[in-house]
């Protein structure tokens, strides 16, 4: 059996619809996730934001536009008026919940349950147009089985479980269709796995059915070797490992939330991302192979921030990082980039929601500056300290380039630099033309 996840995109109109049943409709058994409908959860989320100012009347002109795109997408999707008719009042009375939940006040539980519906949506349509097409498809509810503990990471133990109970009930049909994202957390309320989410629930999936394959179906044809926005003539990198296709996702590849990749790995359960546009291309696999001595490819991150501080307490002492360290922690602020001295530190960071009051507390421990504006560009592969040269070849292709700060050495897959975003353009371009 293998897990099929496809993104908004590609369940983001009627006919991108009945394209995603044209895909699966083989004769293999699968548990397909789907996402919202593209657009859906931003304008849910845009809704939400009128809510929590007590703007009603706005949060209504967003719901009732969204409501009516998907009367149109209704009409066009299913052949019989019979279906149509059936699905449109499961629809309406989803809507109806929605526009219930604006009337409350605002909580973080109220957005949670709103965004939810665009899951709830999407998988309603699309299991009905299967059945309308004869296909055995059945609607598995995610909130049946998909778990969080009481630190809102996943309950792997108790989502086993319920998704095992859950396979026996509905597991004999070819098809079983679920939603990504969505889940209840440890009190039992309506929670999701962050935004990206969706790769997440598929990798879960995947591990704790002992899939054969996880794919993740997008609008690319897989993992690119550098950013195909701002390079020209990028390639589709065929085979990653799963560490390095994590340090992609991680530092930048958009196409693979970074979170997706290790259910999978503790299963060793390769992973495919590949192309709804275009179903034949090969994409990539990630598994637990990997190519030997190569460079695969470069990302970029940008909105990252280096936070600096230099103290001479630093000197011959122990015990000085571990209290920078704890600042950070007691912020919930991950740190990405790390560069020491004997009486400095540099890190780098991309959540800048809570710099002020990190940077006053370091401030206690030392002089403390910070920049932000900056880029991590990030190249992965087999950077083994066998493998010689390869540093070399990233520092002199970035000569131009003014670097604030480089990691090395922490991994075997990944050399990362920090630029100037106003840099990071001409540094994407430079390290293309350099490696591949």
């Given at each position: 059996m293998k897990v099929l996840k496809f993104g908004g995109t590609s369940v983001g109109s009627a006919q991108r619809m009945q394209h995603v049943a044209d895909i699966i409709s083989d004769n293999e058994k699968k548990i397909v996730v789907l996402s919202a409908m593209s657009g859906t959860t931003n304008s849910l989320l845009q809704a939400v934001d009128y809510l929590r100012v007590g703007n009603l009347t706005g949060a209504a002109d967003v719901v009732n536009l969204l409501?009516?795109?998907?009367?149109?997408?209704?009409?066009?999707?299913?052949?019989?008026?019979?279906?149509?008719?059936?699905?449109?009042e499961k629809l309406k009375t989803y809507f109806f919940e929605i526009r219930s939940l604006l009337l409350e006040s605002y909580s973080n539980q109220i957005e949670k349950r709103i965004v939810s519906y665009g899951e709830l949506i999407s998988t309603l349509m699309f299991t009905s147009y299967l059945q309308e097409q004869n296909v055995d498809a059945v609607l598995m509810p995610a909130l049946s089985?998909?778990?969080?503990?009481?630190?809102?990471?996943?309950?792997?133990?108790?989502?086993?479980?319920?998704?095992?109970?859950q396979l026996g009930q509905y597991g004999e049909h070819r098809i079983v269709i679920t939603q990504g994202f969505i889940c209840l957390n440890a009190e039992g309320k309506i929670d999701n796995l962050k935004r990206g989410g969706s790769d997440y629930s598929?990798?879960?999936?995947?591990a704790l059915s002992d899939a054969e394959e996880i794919q993740i179906w997008t609008d690319i044809d897989g993992m690119h070797n550098n950013d195909p926005r701002f390079v020209d003539g990028t390639q589709p990198v065929p085979q990653l490992s799963f560490e390095e296709a994590a340090e992609l996702a991680y530092f930048g590849a958009k196409i693979?939330?970074?979170?997706?990749?290790?259910?999978?790995?503790?299963?060793?359960?390769?992973?495919?991302?590949?192309?709804?546009?275009?179903?034949?291309?090969p994409g990539t696999l990630i598994s637990n192979d990997y190519k030997k001595g190569k460079i695969e490819a470069v990302a970029a991150k940008d909105g990252i921030a280096v936070v600096r501080i230099?103290?001479?307490?630093?000197?011959?002492?122990?015990?000085?990082?571990?209290?920078?360290?704890?600042?950070f922690e007691q912020h919930k602020t991950a740190i990405d980039l790390i560069a020491t001295s004997e009486v400095a530190v540099s890190m780098s960071i991309d959540n800048l929601s809570r710099i002020g009051d990190i940077v006053e507390d370091l401030r206690k421990l030392g002089t403390v500056s910070f920049e932000t504006g900056l880029s991590i560009i990030s190249v992965v592969g087999d950077l083994r300290s066998d493998n010689l040269g390869f540093e070399a070849q990233v520092i002199d292709a970035l000569k131009d380039i003014p670097v604030r700060m480089i990691s090395y050495g922490g991994s075997d897959h990944n050399i990362s630099l920090l630029v100037s975003t106003d840099d990071k353009v001409r540094a994407l371009r430079a390290l293309s033309k350099a490696i591949f």
């Open positions: 409501e009516r795109k998907y009367e149109k997408e209704t009409a066009e999707l299913y052949l019989t008026s019979s279906m149509q008719e059936s699905v449109w089985f998909m778990r969080l503990n009481a630190d809102g990471e996943p309950d792997m133990a108790l989502t086993q479980q319920l998704l095992h109970e598929a990798s879960i999936i995947g693979l939330h970074p979170t997706c990749i290790l259910p999978a790995k503790m299963k060793s359960i390769p992973v495919r991302l590949l192309n709804t546009l275009d179903p034949t291309a230099q103290s001479d307490r630093m000197l011959l002492a122990y015990g000085f990082l571990s209290r920078v360290f704890s600042v």
